[in-house]
């Protein structure tokens, strides 16, 4: 069965530090967001990329970045890991045709940044 | 520009009574709608979702929700809950052709016994 994971599901880093989270999703969708997600806020969306070599801003993108080489996968790096991205991230990834918007959603990473 | 409005942070209900959950929306055009369900330590789930047609809309575990343009709402229903349906719910509007979602800020159902 097709699917979107992430890894690590859980990590621990110091202030400073550059971080990478993964998101692989195997359903060959064109189109692929980042979140996080913090208490009060919702979801709010990171990065997006709309296929291979595309990356697009979202509504809080300070302070990472993601980069897309292959349908399959897009990373997000934190450069400098703050403790104000401590939070839960989730990646997304939909097909961009009639779908809608429907958006299929992995499991999360939970980051602490100390 | 355009939003969604989730006005019930907690709801609090009793297994086997009816469940309402509301979702307001500011989009200037037809809106793509959704509903999706967030168990604890999970991702999330469509539930189900309005593009056009039919205003009432059936999803998964018994889920429906009606999209009604002059109020711009897209309030989730169901008629008898499961303690298995405590969990985070949230509204989103799909706000381009780019499958590009924003979230509403969601709701945390709690079932008592």
């Known amino acids: 069965d097709a699917e979107i994971t992430q890894s690590p599901r859980h990590k621990i880093t110091e202030t400073g530090r550059q971080v990478t989270l993964a998101c692989h999703q195997t359903?060959?969708?064109?189109?692929m967001f980042w979140y996080r997600q913090d208490l009060g806020h919702g979801l709010r969306l990171i990065h997006y990329?709309?296929?291979?070599?595309?990356?697009n801003k979202g509504e809080v993108s300070d302070g990472y970045s993601v980069s897309r080489s292959n349908t399959e996968d897009l990373p997000l790096t934190l450069e400098s890991a703050a403790s104000s991205q401590t939070s839960v991230y989730f990646c997304?990834?939909?097909?961009?045709?009639?779908?809608?918007?429907?958006?299929?959603f992995g499991p999360g990473t939970r980051l602490t940044v100390t | 520009a355009q939003s969604v409005t989730q006005p019930d942070i907690h709801i609090t209900v009793s297994e086997g009574a009816s469940l309402e959950l509301r979702c307001n929306y500011s989009?200037?055009?037809?809106?793509?709608l959704f509903w999706y369900v967030q168990s604890p330590g999970q991702g999330l789930q469509l539930l189900l979702k309005?593009?056009?047609?039919?205003?009432l809309v059936q999803g998964i575990k018994g889920f429906e929700a009606e999209f009604k343009r002059s109020q711009s709402s897209f309030n989730l229903r169901k008629p008898s809950v499961h303690w298995s349906d405590a969990a985070e719910y949230f509204c989103?509007?799909?706000?381009?052709?780019?499958?590009?979602?924003?979230f509403g800020k969601g709701t945390r159902l709690h079932i008592l016994p």
């Open positions: 997304a990834s939909s097909s961009g045709s009639a779908s809608g918007g429907e958006q299929y």
């Open positions: 359903w060959n969708h064109n189109n």
């Open positions: 990329s709309y296929g291979v070599h595309d990356t």
């Open positions: 989009y200037g055009a037809t809106p793509y």
């Open positions: 309005y593009f056009s047609g039919d205003t």
């Open positions: 989103a509007v799909g706000i381009d052709r780019d499958d590009k979602i924003i």
